[in-house]
């Protein structure tokens, strides 16, 4: 058994996620070895040139705002963090580490040495701070959290503190737009310009000319609302520099657009990267699904999760902005110093999710929260979609949801990421999902990530979510966390007891 940190541990009676109120709570693609292909803030590549010939006094905040307000999209961190010049004075502050008892089928020493490993990447400097939870049948197996919050005084994870979980929100957009798939107000095969005649007269984009001016057609046919879930639509995200699409999706500051409707307007005038229904493609489309939601139900997409998930299910401090009153508890985001390595804190606008800083709310990107409210989330997913009594979806739903959509022979990640096919990665609706047995996962898993480096999945066969925190930008993060995780969590399980 591998030893524990050299942190406080504390140890207390095991307690059932309940109706009690939580005030604590990829691109991430689901391969956890992957550098987090999430897109890039809005001119990144631009804001990092300046940012390293100017200081940030002579560049001026006031510029800088312009260039990345509204919390978009955050991988422009990993340039970003590249840009500080100094390492902030190390902190002393001691970190905190709090796990729940196990009971079976979990025995207490695999979730010790789940804890433990979880610790290390505190204690040998990958991340700042972390924070993890293990639940089946509503259970908490384990809740855990160790390191600090914020740098400036280093105050601790706590329970209520709460994360930018970027990528993380696409799940929930999903699950929102299946609630109003459930009540007939779309089709999986409507397309897209049903709801969006924006959408009449997309094009495809076919390469180059000779001259180097775009090659454009018709495309064949308009996306379904099934290829928005499953990113097989063919929409861009300005995720690839050099990429026609991605750089006018930069080019036209798309994620900088004041509203929902103007980036539907915006996104309009892009060519398709690629035919509907080909192959997948990490994109725009669960933002898309963001702006139906809105146009079905009538209401901002803020309000309508509030009403219909975030409020169901007891998820009190997940919204697209973190309130005064609670921004104490708001975790820094840090990135590795240039020269050093060493994680330092990134005071960016842009990371910053103040109300009058946020551009639309994103479906894709755009949502904060605690790891409380996202276990309550992952967990009615585990358990069919409801939770303490309370139904968000119908067990088919759910399912229907982690059911691969791809096109025979196309797996996540042949775009720009470094996915083994034989890794068994498929997708389904807003979820990556474990088509095979594989080292750490089980089949039917489905799970995703966000830029900042959190991480979930979801095994709905034993009933068990896990959800993993950190705030962590940069090529360099050893993302091997999520794996290992999940690896520690089956090891950690005693079969023979059952479930």
């Given at each position: 058994m591998p030893s524990k940190p050299s942190a406080s541990w504390m140890r207390i009676s095991p307690v059932r996620m309940g109706r009690r109120r939580f005030v604590s709570v990829i691109d991430p693609v689901w391969q956890p070895e992957h550098r987090d292909s999430t897109?890039?803030?809005?001119?990144?590549?631009a804001a990092a040139s300046y940012l390293r010939e100017k200081t940030w006094e002579k560049a001026g905040m006031r510029h800088f705002k312009r260039q990345m307000a509204g919390g978009i999209l955050a991988l422009g961190g990993l340039a970003l963090a590249a840009c500080v010049s100094a390492p902030a004075a190390p902190q002393t502050a001691a970190p905190v580490a709090v796990a729940v008892a196990p009971q079976p089928p979990f025995s207490p020493e695999?979730?010790?040495a789940l804890e433990a490993k979880m610790a290390s990447y505190v204690d040998e400097g990958t991340v700042k701070g972390i924070a993890t939870r293990l639940v089946q049948n509503g259970e908490i197996i384990s809740d855990f959290r160790h390191g600090i919050r914020r740098e400036a005084d280093g105050a601790p994870v706590e329970e209520d503190t709460i994360w930018r979980i970027y990528s993380m929100s696409k799940p929930v957009t999903g699950v929102g737009l299946m609630i109003l798939w459930e009540e007939g107000k779309f089709q999986m095969d409507d397309p897209v310009t049903k709801y969006f005649?924006?959408?009449?007269?997309?094009?495809?984009?076919?390469?180059?000319?000779?001259?180097?001016?775009p090659i454009l057609a018709p495309v064949s046919r308009p996306p379904t609302v099934q290829e928005l879930m499953s990113h097989t639509a063919g929409f861009g995200y300005g995720l690839a520099p050099g990429n026609y699409v991605d750089d006018k999706f930069r080019e036209l500051e798309v994620f900088q657009s004041p509203d929902a409707d103007e980036m539907i307007r915006r996104v309009a005038t892009i060519p398709l990267k690629h035919e509907p229904g080909v192959t997948w493609d990490y994109s725009i489309s669960v933002d898309i699904q963001g702006a139906l939601i809105e146009r079905l139900s009538g209401q901002s997409l803020g309000e309508f999760l509030e009403a219909r998930v975030f409020a169901p299910l007891g998820m009190v401090d997940t919204a697209f902005f973190v309130p005064d009153e609670k921004y104490d508890r708001f975790s820094d985001v840090w990135g590795p110093n240039q020269e050093t390595g060493e994680l330092v804190p990134l005071p960016m606008p842009g990371f910053q999710y103040r109300k009058d800083t946020i551009a639309f709310e994103g479906g894709g990107h755009g949502l904060v929260g605690t790891l409380g409210?996202?276990?309550?989330?992952t967990d009615m997913l585990a358990q069919g979609g409801t939770l303490?009594?309370?139904?968000?979806?119908?067990p088919e739903t759910v399912a229907l949801m982690a059911t691969n959509f791809l096109p025979e022979g196309v797996f996540i990640g042949h775009n720009g990421t470094t996915t083994d096919p034989n890794a068994g990665g498929g997708f389904g609706l807003d979820f990556a999902v474990i088509l095979k047995d594989g080292e750490a996962y089980p089949k039917g898993a489905f799970m995703w990530g966000g830029a900042a480096g959190t991480w979930f999945w979801v095994d709905p066969v034993n009933k068990i979510s896990f959800v993993g925190m950190?705030?962590?930008?940069g090529g360099s993060l050893d993302r091997s966390m999520r794996t290992e995780s999940a690896k520690l969590v089956y090891g950690a399980m005693d079969t023979s007891q059952g479930n």
């Open positions: 897109p890039f803030l809005p001119n990144w590549r695999g979730i010790a005649p924006e959408f009449e007269g997309l094009q495809v984009f076919k390469g180059l000319d000779a001259d180097g001016n409210d996202y276990a309550r989330f303490d009594g309370v139904q968000v979806l119908k950190i705030q962590v930008f």
